[in-house]
């Protein structure tokens, strides 16, 4: 299917929203594209944790996540963040309708390592199948990123990756990670235009650190099939184009093909 567009909404964000953003996604699809979104919840699930006074630590920007955990995490991310999401597109006036990777097996994953991360999950596969039956019917997917590890049990995802993932297997033209800044700054300043090399040279100087590594990374290794840029920029409303797409830090293979 042409003209998929991958929009990742991150936890820092998603509860900040105006409604500029969900009009100017309706925007898109009026113009012919097919936005699909996944989203995050990280900090409602660190307040849900500490109400339940449930402990939870971070390991490589990926939460250990204990039975407790992964109930929270999945009460929060399927729940509440979904559903706040599928409401605010209604209100903008264009049909959404809120899944998990659990849902019609949309998401199947496989721990990444059970002693360090407990239930953390990679996804191994997408059923591509269900979101597309959503777009054929005009309905926007907003998907959870909790996932089914296949034998009824379920895993917790990073979002990020969770949108790479469905990014690939919809061979999508583009992902766009929505977040709290409005790209990948250096030293302060916006920087428009990023190759691969160049993101591996961020992160070791340390100029990029903590929840936009793996967001860089899910964006370097969603660049192939049919991705040719990854976006990352605010979800504030203010950087839109008029056809709805979002300016931010463009990132690509090799940034001489940047449009
Ligand atoms: N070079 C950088 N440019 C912009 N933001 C950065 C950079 N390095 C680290 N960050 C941090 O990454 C955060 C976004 O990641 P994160 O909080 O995980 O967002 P989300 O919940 O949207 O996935 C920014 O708010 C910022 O604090
Ligand atoms: C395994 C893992 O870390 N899962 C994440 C899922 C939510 C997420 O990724 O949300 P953000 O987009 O706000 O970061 C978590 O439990 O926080």
Known sequence: MDQIVVI????????ALPSAFFESIAAMKECGKHPVVVHGGGPAINDM????????EFVNGLRKTTDEVLEA??????????????????????QAVGMSGVDGELLKASPVDLETLGLVGKVEEVNETIIEFFIKNDVI????PIASA??????????DEAAAAVARALEAEELVFVTDVDGVL????ITEKLDVDEID?????????????????AAAASLTGNIEKVTIANGNGKNTY??????????MKQKETIT
């Open 201 to 217: 040279t961020l992160i070791k100087n340390k100029t990029i650190y903590g929840g936009m590594i793996p967001k860089v990374k």
């Open 186 to 189: 250096i030293n302060g300043k």
């Open 73 to 94: 995490a999945e009460m929060v991310l399927s729940g509440k963040v979904n559903k706040n999401l599928v409401a605010a597109f209604q209100k903008a006036g264009t």
């Open 150 to 159: 296949g034998d009824g049990e379920k895993l917790n995802v990073n979002a």
């Open 8 to 15: 990742k909404c991150g936890g820092s964000t998603v509860d």
């Open 141 to 144: 997917p907003v998907i959870a």
């Open 242 to 251: 008029a056809n709805g797409s979002l300016k931010g830090t463009a990132i």
């Open 49 to 56: 944790l500490k109400q339940l006074d449930i402990e939870s």
